[in-house]
């Protein structure tokens, strides 16, 4: 690669810092700073707040902006919410300024399911400005969508995709463990789900990308939750789970397309929760199954994600992209 | 798709004629007939040759240029070889009338290995006439080059990649039970792998392209064959092997970069082999293993990996192309 890519982090919490520790490191990447509405973060260095080792990273602006007025990021790394709405009217300055942006935001992972109108107002906006808006992540992102549809290049007369993952989120981040409801009463987590205030989000985009890759057109999307109840106590260093309280969720999407082929994830996290992997299996010739023991789990794994995808999103065309329109390399060819 | 993809059939043993069973089926698809050098094929129906229920695929042409002269192919199913300088001379037809081939043929699975010279020539004939080439398939293809470079896209600092791959071929076609030595002498097989004429092809070329995607420049390549020997008497519709001959083979690639990044392939393909299955370790962060219970095997998925490439290479931009270049998407977005 000739020269680095100049890159900005949007949002400072544990994932877009963790972002910055893996794009310091990387000499694919050059971080011009950061953008963060927490009053206490701006003004300060990026390597300040964020604990770098070395003077990397411009500093902490309060806009996008009032980034760009001093540094022109070819990319910035989205890391501020789970709702494509929100998102997308974060990002639009970017691309209305031709950078590509990869983004956290679950929604986004096909965005054209809960907002198909900003899509195609993003979508324009890319295609005019020279921008572009990826969504990824290891779930959504990965595991129970773009690994299937790895697996369906081998396969034909594929007929149905099972995805199972199993996490033990004993040892992630305190706002995982809130998410899967740790420590709540069972009707407390299932009236915040209904809410829509709790659960893992981008479930049924998983399945959108896989039904748009697989070329299937499917009927209503059914998704589910159940919160998995502790047998015992269990304890974390952030939540004490009493007997019968709440340790994580049990949740599943599934529909069928025209003509008749099925999609069903299954996604389990919880506290304790034992043999995490993950799962895929085809119905197709030949049959195919794939599996990840232990998982592709922790944070680890989804900054990897997020920072991969960006040389990999500037390979492609102006547009708001998906998982499934990215080249594999990590670099040029 | 607003139309079908015009293909012709360049090869027709059994792989050629599945991808055209294959290809008969599938509405993205219209076949314009096929090209064999087999005296016996030419002038009659594909449908014939091929045994196609329904009368598809025009007729087998003794020549790329005499199928041109009739119908224009917009992509070439190419199943006629291993050697990449070989498999360039009979697509170079092709590919200068802006024709996309798809080519089962191992060494084009990464052509800049063995013939770079040829390589360079063919890239700059398909730029010039918007023509692209491809090499894949199963393995190489898919299961010890592909699948550990979708595993790096969510791990960083990557040192190492280790895959495994265990085939069972006692059912396999009898071209597959041969290559693997069956049958023979374990001192005669060692020969014909000296020279050239036994053993996986394209196994370097897996390296390489793994490689190749991880930006890892590698030292020597150190290939090695053993032949498996039959502890008992094995039979199959195609041969007896006798206790103390070759029941299949062992086969070893292994490299290491020069910032001491490792890559070591693994492959036994034996008659009578217990527990086939593919697995890839990548030593990363977070560290992943990724297994295929039963192993990605048999004709069925090779046929559907080169069908399923033609509308992705259809994708991407006129050159000589590999399988990281593509997007994931069967269709189009």
Known sequence: MSHSIKVAQFGLGPIGQNCLHLLAKDPRFEIVGAVDINPQFVGQSVAEVCGLAENLGGFVRASFEDLWAVHQPDAVLHTAGSRASTSFAQCRPMVERGVAVVSSCEELLFPWHRAPDETRMMDELCRRFGGRILGT????????????????????????????????????????????GSGLAPEEFRRLWRE????????????????????????????????????????????????GQTRGLHQTVSAVSD??????LDLTMALDEESPQDR???DSEPALEMVVPGGVSGDRATVASLVNALPRLLRTAPGVRLMTDLPLTVGES
Chains 1, 2 share one sequence.
């Not at 697996?151 to 033990?168: E, H, I």
């Open 280 to 282: 895929v299996i085809l």
């Open 259 to 264: 003509h008749g082929c099925r999609i069903h």
């Open 137 to 180: 992540g290891v779930n959504p992102g990965f595991v129970l969508d773009v690994l299937p549809v790895v697996l369906s290049t081998v396969a034909c007369a594929v007929r149905g995709v099972q995805g199972t993952r199993v996490v033990n989120a004993s040892l992630r981040r305190q706002p995982l463990q809130k998410k899967i």
């Open 196 to 243: 829509g205030k709790a659960g893992h989000a981008g479930f049924q985009e998983s399945l959108c990308l896989l039904a748009h890759a697989l070329q299937w057109k499917m009927g209503a999307i059914t998704e589910n939750l159940e919160p998995v109840l502790a047998e015992r106590e269990v304890c974390t260093e952030f939540f004490h789970v009493q007997p």
